[in-house]
């Protein structure tokens, strides 16, 4: 068995958690979610989850999902009433607080844009190349972050992407390319789903499954990620549950297994007890909506800027 190297540093992982079959997500994806994973999968037969020395935990091999999926995902997650394409979500309130008037606002992997709505002191730019047709505004753009770069690289005063790194196979270059696109100075946002959390406890739970989630965070990753990439850290927090994301908090209350060494299993009493905790978090979730209390949060945010300074420059960097 080969070890594979992290994502992230490049350093071989620490430890092999388990081997999840491909055409047991696949199956899953088909027959609970409608979403077919199997083209997204050509030629794996399993997936290795692995953790890195800093704590993240990441696929190999990393399968991302093509547009056939997602658009079958989230059509049926709408369709059921899972998902609002108008939701307003806990991580927009925290990243907008750091938003200025005017600033210049890039927003990586928008979906149908719905940060703007959370920023309208701002000039905001989206970019999705899966949901651009669906946002219904200018503001949101059918292209990549590489391509964009090469007109508007240093030009924005605040990047974001949220929930988008742990959707594509190498996020190191696509975090690098967007301190690339804030200027000097300028903040980088990003907010990921993390190890550990309610929705890692939840059996056979495909978000957090190729070709959806292909990495699980910790903020050691985060840190890294941003050294790696130039950028200074100001801050990780943990994302508070919000109306959108709370289902998973009382999925996970209500599921009779809970997950902590193996996360995805072929067996009946697995199924059950994601059945289970479905349909009495959703009970939950109708009465008790928004939960209190503290606990590890929906996700994390990683706050860093761009420095001032060139890297490799004489002096400490300054930032505004």
């Not at 994502?7 to 491909?22: I, L």
């Not at 909506?289 to 860093?304: H, N």
């Amino acid at each position: 068995m080969t070890t594979p190297l992290c994502p992230v540093t490049g350093e071989p992982a620490a430890r092999f958690v388990q081997w999840v079959d491909a055409r047991f997500l696949a199956s899953l994806w088909k027959m609970t979610a409608g979403a077919n994973a199997r083209p997204s999968f050509a030629g794996v037969a399993r997936f290795g989850l692995w953790e890195s020395p800093t704590g993240l935990h990441f696929f190999d091999p990393p399968a991302e999902g093509d547009n056939e999926f997602y658009t079958g995902f989230y059509g049926r997650l709408l369709k059921r009433g899972l998902w609002r394409s108008d939701a307003r979500r806990q991580e927009f309130a925290d990243a907008a607080r750091r938003v200025r008037p005017g600033d210049r606002v890039l927003d990586v992997g928008c979906g149908f844009g719905n940060f703007r709505h959370s920023v309208p002191q701002a000039r905001y730019t989206g970019l999705d190349p899966h949901f651009a047709g669906y946002a219904q505004s200018e503001d949101v753009r059918n292209e990549m972050l590489r391509d964009h770069l090469q007109a508007h690289a240093g030009t924005y005063d605040a990047v974001c992407a949220f929930q988008v790194i742990e959707h594509v196979r190498e996020p190191l270059p696509l975090f690098a390319e967007m301190v690339q696109a804030a200027r000097p100075g300028g903040l980088v946002m990003v907010t990921v789903p993390h190890i550990p959390s309610a929705m890692l406890r939840i059996p056979n739970f495909l978000m957090n499954a190729p070709p959806h989630h292909l990495t699980w965070w910790t903020p050691n990753a985060l840190a890294a990620l941003a050294a790696r990439s130039g950028a200074t850290v100001e801050a990780i927090d943990r994302v508070d549950w919000d109306e959108a994301d709370s289902l998973i908090h009382w999925i996970e209350r209500c599921s009779f297994i809970r997950c902590s060494k193996q996360y995805f299993r072929s067996s009946l009493l697995w199924h059950v007890a994601a059945l289970t905790g479905y349909l009495g978090g959703r009970v939950l979730h109708r009465i008790r909506r928004v939960p209190c209390g503290r606990d590890e949060g929906s996700s994390l945010m990683l706050v860093a800027r761009r420095p001032v300074r060139p890297a490799g420059s004489r002096g400490p960097a300054i930032l505004p």
